[in-house]
């Protein structure tokens, strides 16, 4: 009896123990599932110019140090000028690359924008990268300085306006590569035509979707009108990350969902060099270099929503943009090549 007994013991043991292996086999898999695509490029950039926006933290850092570790001069273009020369200092020290630069570029406000870009036609003879990564999510209802609202109009028209005014030098320097940093929020987003800005119903949700879905229609159509140009623009999903980009999600949550977010994060978010992945491979991979109009999550290309597709959509939101900027009315709409 006492022999039966020494048995089941260890054979309850023995199955705790295989739960365990197995279950530690499951996360390794889940980890290495969430953490995606690593870009594989050898690329170098020795004489090239690159733009990131928003590079002071996150993975608008960890591309910007990528991106000066290959060689190239690299802007980092953001809002705090004090995060961003912090940043600046680390990524030299690491990359060993001194031609690392911050331009103050607030894209809250068109005044910035314009001010940054005309900086920049000033004193660069070349952009052969433009990375829109800057972005804001989830904010409760604030404004821009120009009356938008805040995340449709940092994440999207802000953007918008400054690849506009950056076209003509990307132009002259191609072959050139316009990234945008978008979100799988996308696919439940839905572009308020009617009431672009949320006024009538605020979700701090919806307008994150919205956002970030103007920025698969705005690389749909962007590919369109550059066709023929030499400069390609392409879109992408950088994955669950856990940076700043969540300060304002937190907050909102219960204490519940706080306390299940901690395993769930280290477990499942990927880190800021991981997420930074895709943007990269976007910016230098050499088989991505007559590609342009597409969506990318983990270093691939991947279906957009069917409202990330839609032509007609694509076209009335330029329009729609372009007016709110201003760019039709000075006469700076983007020339479309005759077929």
């Known amino acids: 009896m006492e022999r039966w007994s020494m048995v089941q013991i260890l054979q309850r043991h023995w199955v705790l123990a295989s739960s365990l292996v197995v279950t530690g086999i499951g996360l390794i898999f889940v980890r290495r599932w969430c953490s995606g695509g690593v870009c594989k490029s050898k690329a170098k950039l020795d004489g090239k110019t690159v733009i990131v926006t928003g590079a002071n933290v996150g993975i608008g850092k960890e591309t910007a140090k990528d991106l000066a570790q290959r060689g190239a001069r690299v802007i980092l273009a953001c809002r705090d000028l004090v995060k961003a020369s912090k940043a600046a200092d680390e990524i030299r020290k690491e990359s060993g690359n001194r031609n690392v630069l911050v331009q103050k570029l607030d894209l809250s406000s068109l005044q910035s924008v314009h001010s940054f870009a005309n900086k920049i036609i000033e004193t660069e003879t070349c952009l052969d990268i433009l990375i829109n990564n800057a972005g804001i999510m989830r904010c409760p209802k604030w404004k821009t300085e120009d009356g938008f609202e805040m995340q449709f109009g940092v994440n999207h028209l802000g953007h918008f306006l400054l690849t506009n005014l950056l076209l003509d030098l990307l132009k002259k320097s191609a072959p050139s590569r316009i990234v945008t940093v978008s979100s799988l929020a996308h696919i439940r987003g839905k572009i308020n035509f009617d009431d672009i800005n949320l006024e009538n119903c605020y979700d701090p949700a919806v307008s994150y979707e919205q956002s970030k879905l103007a920025n698969v229609l705005f690389t749909r159509e962007l590919a369109k009108k550059l066709k023929g140009t030499g400069v390609t623009a392409n879109c992408l999903h950088p994955g669950v990350i856990k940076t700043e980009l969540l300060r304002h999600l ?16 280290i477990l499942t978010f990927k880190r800021a060099w991981q997420g ?30 069917p409202q990330g597709r839609d032509d007609e959509a694509a076209k009335r939101l330029w329009e729609l943009s372009e007016k709110m900027v201003g760019l039709e009315s000075e006469g700076q709409r983007l020339h479309v090549p005759e077929s």
Not at 250 to 265: A, G, M
Not at 286 to 292: G, P, T
């Open 250 to 265: 937190y907050p909102t949550l219960s204490i519940w969902w706080k306390i299940l977010l901690v395993p769930v994060s």
């Open 276 to 305: 930074a992945q895709t943007s990269i491979y976007c910016a230098v991979s050499e088989e991505l270099n007559d590609v342009s109009g597409l969506y990318f999550s983990d270093c691939a290309v991947k279906a957009a929503a």
